[in-house]
Nanobody, 121 residues
Framework: QVQLVESGGGSVQAGGSLRLSCAAS????????FAWYRQVPGKQRELVAG???????NYADSVKGRFTISRNNAQKRVWLQMNSLKPEDTAVYYC???????????????WGQGTQVTVSS
């Protein structure tokens, strides 16, 4: 069982930055992959960024070069640094744990509650 809690969301002007945090429970944190997803009303939840247990990262084309996913195994925490934010980045952002540690893009088995990010023009 894994429990995830996201934080760090808020409102920001276009061009600004936010840093999201995902705190995770579990005795084998370092053996999990993690991913950040986002969802807006009427749309499917979409993958934003993922990181494997070995540190390999993947990003959606829409955020590549602007967002950075990272992890700290000792802190049991995953970060999403979001720079140069755009109004289309507005969504609820979710932290998730995929079912295999070596692939970060598979649909997660566990989810956090989500944190709202709002980017105004």
């Amino acid at each position: 069982q894994v429990q995830l809690v996201e934080s760090g969301g808020g409102s920001v002007q276009a061009g600004g930055s936010l840093r999201l945090s995902c705190a995770a429970s579990g005795s084998i944190f370092g053996l999990y992959a993690f991913a950040w997803y986002r969802q807006v009303p009427g749309k499917q939840r979409e993958l934003v960024a993922g990181i494997t247990s070995g540190g390999t990262t993947n990003y959606a084309d829409s955020v590549k070069g602007r967002f950075t996913i990272s992890r700290n195994n000792a802190q049991k925490r995953v970060w999403l640094q979001m720079n140069s934010l755009k109004p289309e980045d507005t969504a609820v952002y979710y932290c998730g744990v995929p079912p295999t540690p070596i692939e970060s893009t598979l649909p997660p088995t566990y989810w956090g509650q989500g944190t709202q990010v709002t980017v105004s023009s």
